[in-house]
């Protein structure tokens, strides 16, 4: 089983950044590949981004496109996104999932492609 914790949220104003991180424990495995996605309040579950497992091959929401950065760092089992230029409307609980791939470089954008998912971590952005 794999454990995913995501960290970093919090509270900013339009125009600023935010780093949110998710830290994998249990049988984890670098050959996972890796997602974020949001839930804004009465809204479905949205993608975000996700990357491979190698981290070469990354893909974006087009909501996000120039403005987030998904990164991973394999040595220390955690996923980033990088959020610059945030605007009120990715106001969100943020999310991060985990599934095995058996390519380094396929990526998935489908909630239902993902095994494991962390508790959510809330990001609120001002106007």
């Known amino acids: 089983q794999v454990q995913l914790v995501e960290s970093g949220g919090g509270y900013v104003q339009a125009g600023d950044s935010l780093r949110v991180s998710c830290a994998a424990s249990g049988r984890t495995s670098s050959s996972y590949a890796m997602g974020w996605f949001r839930q804004a309040p009465g809204k479905e579950r949205e993608f975000v981004a996700a990357i491979g497992w190698r981290g070469t091959a990354r893909y974006y929401a087009d909501s996000v496109k120039g403005r987030f950065t998904i990164s991973r760092d394999n040595a220390n089992n955690t996923v980033y996104l990088q959020m610059n230029s945030l605007k009120p409307e990715d106001t969100a609980v943020y999310y991060c999932?985990?599934?095995?791939?058996?390519?380094?470089?396929?990526?998935?954008?489908?909630?239902?492609?993902?095994?494991?998912w962390g508790q959510g971590i809330q990001v609120t952005v001002s106007s």
């Open positions: 999932a985990a599934r095995l791939s058996y390519s380094a470089y396929a990526y998935y954008t489908d909630t239902r492609e993902y095994e494991h």
